[in-house]
């Protein structure tokens, strides 16, 4: 069975820290670039970064530029999302996808799910004090 599982999730302060995982399980992750999104209440799916195969180069939204970092390590079969000074409006579901195909770019950072195959079911990440 092909799976994405996220974790890491969870109440943070802001300015705080958390680190996202995605990790694979039916299929080797390394032959995907992977996509993170965020889903907040009320609001449109945003993808907020995206990593290529080989992992040189990641991709982010400009919202979160700076703040998050994306790695992957192939010999775990995971993905990483390391995310610093969070603010509220971070708040949100976090989901990991894989795409065979290239990461889609566009404008301000927009992050396209096009392509992406298979989604996780999330991990949500709260920021409040």
């Known amino acids: 069975q092909l799976q994405l599982v996220e974790s890491g999730g969870g109440l943070v302060q802001p300015g705080g820290s958390l680190r996202l995982s995605c990790t694979a399980s039916g299929f080797t992750l390394g032959n995907y670039a992977i996509g993170w999104f965020r889903q907040a209440p009320g609001k449109e799916r945003e993808g907020v970064s995206c990593i290529t195969t080989s992992g040189g180069k990641a991709r982010y939204l400009d919202s979160v530029k700076g703040r998050f970092t994306g790695s992957r390590d192939n010999a775990k079969n995971t993905v990483y999302l390391q995310m610093s000074s969070l603010k509220p409006e971070d708040t949100a579901l976090y989901y990991c996808?894989?795409?065979?195909?290239?990461?889609?770019?566009?404008?301000?950072?927009?992050?396209?799910?096009?392509?992406?195959?298979?989604w996780g079911k999330g991990t949500l990440v709260t920021v409040s004090s």
């Open positions: 996808a894989a795409s065979h195909g290239p990461c889609v770019v566009g404008d301000g950072g927009y992050i396209a799910s096009y392509g992406m195959e298979y």
